[in-house]
């Protein structure tokens, strides 16, 4: 039965034959050896050996850190023979060094290498029902498995899961059992059929009918720790430095400090079970607790062969991001500044725009986030989205620039082809309402009110947002701003007594306006200057000047919109309209006043009505004052559920540092991107998916206090909506809110409103 020997190290192969022969191999060729004719790499980087063809043997490859260690390394790979040359390869690729011993054994005389009362032979006969290095028992195929035979075997087993960073990837759940042991044993459930480790243990497997005892014994404590209960994931849009696209990851849950010696069997497992992967396998440390304990053993990681990739890692090399699945026709176009665009327009971004009106579908070329402007516009209009780095020079998109074209999103990729004029006025057509809709608006309230004065019902006199703002001063009152609202009444009497409405619709009359985007861009943007210019009422330039003088001569007021088509459930309307900041220097409000106004007429706004059929002399502008903030320590938006897993309690959080807004963010600006939730465990747990650009390494934009004090308040935030909204399903319902630090370091929520899953 020979054996040979080999060292892995860059600089020499080393071969032992025979236990008898040393010598130094300088090609890939080993005239000496039977049985062995080459040992090189595979595409993927693992360690391979070429064999001879002999149908009568089977091959065992182990693998030593150490010269010593030789003859009792682990068994990481085990092929059959055939008639045909064939390879045998290490399960994942190499580190500095180390020791292989490769075994050629007679079937006629086989092994029993995993010692579970079946003859290497028979394993090797029936891949995935057995595995020759895993001396689990065998499950039925529905149930799971022992071992991964190829991709499809893969996709077969996997569910499509939400991840933080990840959205509907799949997953393999996995159990290694005796993982204390020296013999420990894995199987892949069938993650469709049993969502929970518990499931497959006590339904399948049948190790343990008690869920305490259970998780007792494999989560949470490394000294009494028996099992281990994890996640395979596939990141198919992952590539790696030397352009290899594909990472599947080993993951566990994120409250769980999975010790080193607990993950090298696990990883060493999972590996060699899965004999088609090509070295694209490492072990991500997903959440704080265990970055900590990858820290605290980073020596131990570095001396074994386990593979690692951080997060900032994972997500930073990921080429395609699917934000918002769908489908869409229109004329594909690069954009890479202002220009004027329409729902007839499929786009591709060379950055995140500050604004966007109602297009067909969206490309960008850096990645965005859930809760960009950009994305919360998507999900509202129901149009695909995604980020493909690149997208403007791709070979599969590039031909179709300025064409007509057919655009979809899924979970794993995208799809254009070239489309018709009729194909996109036909979807066009099939997509808009058909009957007009005509939004709220009480005009009954005749005052400027304090947000004391306000309620959750008088929206539809202030708009949705000022209302919202005010029920933030009640439950969290130094954690919102306090001001004052300017009622639509005052809005509609200042176009009145301007004659505006009439301008309005002659305007909208004019055939080039109906017909062409750049006119009708033009001549709103003329229209916004006449609201400008227009002198208000005496009444209300009085009314307008003691709110100013109310606050305070020496304050630097804030302006914000607030209409009656946004901020509402299932139509966020995320920047349409625009908000002002009044300065000292600037004299009276009324010029502010007018700017926010004459937004309700800005033509991303006016598109958006257009599409869905608004009556645009419905639509009102109220206005938000309160006292501005300036050089902030940071920015942010937050929703109030776990929008990867809302089986679990926790918050999403995008949060940047400075004045740099995440729901708009400067050019090639990252924000810090995490979730925060109550966990099985101890404590609340934080998942970074992605740190800020705009700091060093390791750095991040909130403290831990800082992060657990936004999540108590927007629980009190949640709680609070939950009973004014009561929506029928809550379970599906959260609310979205706005927030920053202040110079003095402070937490301010200055927006609520609800979220559009």
Known sequence: MPKTFFNSSPLTWLTLLSCLFWG????????????????????????????DPNPSRYHILQ??????????????????????????ADSTRPKDQGYYQLTHVESAAPRDTDRDGFSDWLELARPGYYNPLNPATPVERAQGSVMLVNRTHFEQLAA????????????????????????????????????????????????????GLFNSETYFDNTRRKNLAGSLIAHDNYVDAEGRRGLYTVEF???????????????????????????????????????????????????SYIQVVQTEDLYANVVYTGLNPGEGYGRLRVVN??????????????????????????????????????????????????????????????????????????????????????????????????NPQVPQRDLSITEIRPLSRIQFNNSDAFGAKAANVAELRRIIPRNAPNGYAIPFYFYDEFMKAGDLYSEAQAMMEQPLFRNSALFRDALLKSFRQKIKDAPLPAWMFDAVGALQESIGPDTTLRLRSSTNNEDLEGFNGAGLYSSFTHYLDEGHLEKTVKQVWASLWNYRAFEEREFWRIDHFSAAMGVLVHPNYENEQANGVGVTTNIFDPRWEGHYVNVQIGENLVTNPEAGSIPEEYLIARLAGFSDEIQYIRFSNQLPDNQTVLTRSQALDLKAKMNLVHSHFLSRYNPPDPSTWAMEVEFKITEEGNLLIKQARPWIF
Do not use: C
């Not at 693998?63 to 390879?87: D, F, H, K, N, Q």
């Open 63 to 88: 693998r030593s850190r150490e010269l010593s260690e030789v003859g009792r390394g682990r068994p990481v790979a085990m092929v059959r023979g055939s008639s045909r040359p064939g390879m045998i």
């Open 337 to 434: 500044g202002s220009e004027t665009l329409s729902v007839r327009d499929i786009v591709i971004f060379r950055n995140i725009p500050n604004d966007l009106t109602h297009v067909a579908g969206i490309i960008t070329e850096i990645p965005q986030t859930p809760l960009s402007h950009i994305n919360l516009k998507a999900k509202q209009n129901n149009t695909p989205n995604a980020f493909i780095k690149d997208a403007s020079t791709h070979p599969e998109i590039a031909p179709f620039i300025d064409q007509n074209i057919y655009y979809r999103v899924t979970a794993d990729g995208f799809e254009i082809r070239s489309a018709t004029e009729e194909e996109v006025e036909a979807w066009f057509e099939a997509i808009r309402p058909a």
């Open 253 to 303: 849950w994120p409250t769980d400090p999975v010790a080193f010696r607990f993950v090298e069997k696990g990883y060493e497992l999972v590996s060699a079970a899965m004999p088609f992967v090509d070295g694209n396998i490492a072990y991500h440390p997903a959440s704080e607790t265990q970055r900590r304990w990858y820290n605290d053993e980073k020596e131990d990681y570095e001396k």
């Open 160 to 211: 499509r899961d939400d991840r933080p960073g990840a959205q509907s990837v799949r997953e393999i759940k996995f159990l290694v059992y005796d993982v204390h042991t020296s013999r420990p044993v894995l199987y892949f459930a069938n993650s469709n059929r049993y969502r929970y480790h518990f499931d497959f243990t006590s339904q399948v497997v049948n190790r343990y009918n008690d869920l």
């Open 24 to 51: 130094v191999i300088t090609s890939n060729v080993f005239a000496t050896e039977p049985g062995v004719t080459g040992v090189g790499h595979t595409p993927g980087g693992k360690v391979a050996f070429n064999l």
